[in-house]
């Protein structure tokens, strides 16, 4: 069973930065797919960026150029560098991981940390 740990949310004013960390347990191979989404009160779960373990990237039209993703396939660890904050980021960011597409939801998920964007 995969279990995912979630790190480095917090408090940010807007413009500001931080990074999210997620480190991967319970599995000897590389996991294919890893990634984040969000969750903010009254809204649905959302894509914001997944990554292969082949290298390949896909992001949110919404964090596209403000946010990247990164990934150490040996630890199985995934980050998200969130820069240039707005309030509309606020929420909670979930890891999640699995050996499906780069597009596909995967089947693990984190406990999720809060991202909170406001002066």
């Known amino acids: 069973q995969v279990q995912l740990v979630e790190s480095g949310g917090g408090l940010v004013q807007p ?12 599995t000897g191979s590389s996991i ?3 990634g984040w989404y969000r969750q903010a ?16 990237k896909s992001y949110a039209d919404s964090v596209r150029g403000r946010f990247t993703i990164s990934r150490e396939n040996v630890k199985n660890t995934v ?5 240039s904050l707005k309030p509309e980021d606020t929420a909670v ?8 597409s780069l597009y596909a939801v ?7 940390t809060q991202v909170t964007v406001s002066s």
């Open 79 to 83: 980050s998200l560098l969130m820069n």
């Open 106 to 112: 995967q089947p693990y998920w984190g406990q999720g």
């Open 93 to 100: 960011y979930y890891c999640n991981a699995g050996w499906g």
């Open 41 to 56: 009160p009254g809204k649905q779960r959302e894509l914001v960026a997944t990554m292969s373990n082949r290298g390949g």
């Open 32 to 34: 294919s797919t890893m």
């Open 15 to 26: 413009g500001g930065s931080l990074r999210l960390s997620c480190a991967a347990s319970g």
